[in-house]
T-cell receptor, first 112, second 116 residues
Framework: AQSVSQHNHHVILSEAASLELGCNYS??????LFWYVQYPGQHLQLLLK??????LVKGIKGFEAEFIKSKFSFNLRKPSVQWSDTAEYFC??????????FGQGTELSVKP | NAGVTQTPKFQVLKTGQSMTLQCAQD?????MSWYRQDPGMGLRLIHY???????DQGEVPNGYNVSRSTTEDFPLRLLSAAPSQTSVYFC???????????????FGPGTRLTVT
């Protein structure tokens, strides 16, 4: 069965630190990948997505992610986090059948 | 556009009661889905629909029914509520969702359901 794993459940960083959140998926066929963010008290918003082409994708608010097919990974990165990046981050994978499966989420806390 | 709307925002049920969570979108999206969000478990797909008249099961469909009689509406029915169904429920829609290229999913504000 298709699954998405996020290894970091809670990450605590200071402002200006660099961020990398891990995401691995199990599906071996054609897959599209997403990162969503959920700010406190709000619903999910799309950060970035990968369908094909350049494996390094750039999203909103300075986030980027790299698709590494050989590692089944799609890690999210940001060079310098801000307090306003405090949120929960979800990786998701879409398979050919149209199922969008989410990972467990990573809670990011940024200390000012 | 109102986007994706969900009603109610909050609901408390007793074990065994049934209810319907409403979801509507006004963007003429083909794809709609229901998720439940639980701490430490992320969002789990309950049911989804790729168009009017077509529905399919997600990861955790047991105890829930859906139908898609129109493009706009995708209600989620709890047949006999159980405490394990206490959760936050999100409805989402997208223009389409195929392997050719998934589009952004737009999420509703959520329904917080408590079953006692």
């Amino acid at each position: 069965a298709q699954s998405v794993s996020q290894h970091n459940h809670h990450v605590i960083l200071s402002e200006a630190a660099s961020l990398e959140l891990g995401c691995n998926y199990s599906y071996g066929g054609t897959v599209n990948l997403f990162w969503y963010v959920q700010y406190p008290g709000q619903h999910l918003q799309l950060l970035l997505k990968y369908f094909s082409g350049d494996p390094l994708v750039k999203g909103i608010k300075g986030f980027e992610a790299e698709f590494i097919k050989s590692k089944f990974s799609f890690n999210l990165r940001k060079p310098s986090v801000q307090w306003s990046d405090t949120a929960e981050y979800f990786c998701a994978a879409l398979n050919q059948g149209g199922k969008l499966i989410f990972g467990q989420g990573t809670e990011l806390s940024v200390k000012p | 556009n109102a986007g994706v709307t969900q009603t109610p925002k909050f609901q408390v049920l007793k074990t065994g009661q049934s209810m319907t969570l409403q979801c509507a979108q006004d963007m003429n999206h083909e794809y709609m889905s229901w998720y439940r969000q639980d701490p430490g478990m992320g969002l789990r797909l309950i049911h989804y629909s790729v168009g009017a008249g077509i529905t399919d099961q997600g990861e955790v469909p047991n105890g829930y029914n859906v139908s898609r009689s129109t493009t706009e509406d995708f209600p989620l029915r709890l047949l006999s509520a159980a405490p394990s169904q206490t959760s936050v429920y999100f409805c989402a829609s997208s223009y389409t969702m195929t392997a050719v290229g998934g589009y952004e999913q737009y999420f509703g504000p959520g329904t917080r359901l408590t079953v006692t």
